[in-house]
């Protein structure tokens, strides 16, 4: 099974500042089938990217998917009080799906 | 936009089956695909494994000789049966609609197992 590996664990940011998460494969992940999702204490994880880069529906454009293969990043460019969360890249390029252990965005 | 709600017992003795129903609403079960996902207390999440509204199932190997999933169109729902539970599947339970990426997700479901 594909391993995915989140980096980093936390992230201690500000409003307003630009975030940078980071999803590696212990392979190539087919046709870039990654996606990445946000969950909120208390809350339904939601999905943001499909396919390494499209967001879903209603999704800000500030949040943003990219790479393929083995590196994925996903880009918040300015953070808002809202996007404090836990991050998680999730493959489906192949079977079992597969999640990162996760990136919490925190406050700094 | 669909909603989802899983719903069962949230206590088992160990050696018992976990049963859980996840009801959906503003939109029809026909046509999709429907996940289940874990996440034991401390860890990450982990997909179980999904079920196609015609019946196709498609297991994580790691529980597949422990799951059953099924559909029940006439009442919009599907289901997660999971045999000889211990410990260890102990956890929040997620469903999902899709069978790749998870488009909506419903609210956590706490399932304890303990004597």
């Given at each position: 099974?594909?391993?995915?590996?989140?980096?980093?664990?936390?992230?201690?940011?500000?409003?307003?500042?630009?975030?940078?998460?980071?999803?590696?494969?212990?392979?190539?992940?087919?046709?870039?089938?990654?996606?990445?999702?946000?969950?909120?204490?208390?809350?339904?994880?939601?999905?943001l990217i499909y396919g390494a880069s499209s967001r879903a529906t209603g999704i800000p454009d500030r949040f943003s998917g990219s790479g393929s293969g083995t590196d994925f990043t996903?880009?918040?460019?300015?953070?808002?009080?809202?996007?404090?969360?836990?991050?998680?890249?999730?493959?489906?390029?192949?079977?079992?799906?597969?999640?990162?252990q996760g990136t919490k965005v925190e406050i700094k | 936009q669909v909603q989802l709600q899983a719903?069962?017992?949230?206590?088992?003795?160990?050696?018992?089956?976990?049963?859980?129903?996840?009801?959906v609403s503003d939109g029809s079960i026909n046509s999709y695909y429907w996940s289940w996902i874990r996440q034991p207390p401390g860890k990450g999440l982990e997909w179980i494994g999904y079920v196609h509204y015609s019946g196709t199932t498609n297991y994580n190997p790691s529980l597949k000789s422990r799951v059953t999933m099924s559909v029940d169109t006439s009442k919009n729902n599907f289901s997660l049966k999971l045999s000889s539970v211990t410990a260890a599947d102990t956890a929040v339970y997620y469903c999902a609609r899709g069978g790749s990426q998870l488009w909506f997700w419903g609210q956590a479901t706490q399932v304890t197992v303990s004597s």
């Open positions: 099974e594909i391993v995915l590996t989140q980096s980093p664990g936390t992230l201690s940011l500000s409003p307003g500042e630009r975030a940078t998460l980071s999803c590696r494969a212990s392979q190539s992940v087919s046709s870039s089938y990654l996606a990445w999702y946000q969950h909120k204490p208390g809350q339904a994880p939601r999905l996903l880009t918040i460019t300015r953070l808002e009080p809202e996007d404090f969360a836990v991050y998680y890249c999730q493959q489906y390029g192949s079977s079992p799906r597969t999640f990162g | 719903s069962g017992p949230g206590l088992l003795k160990p050696s018992e089956t976990l049963s859980l129903t996840c009801t």
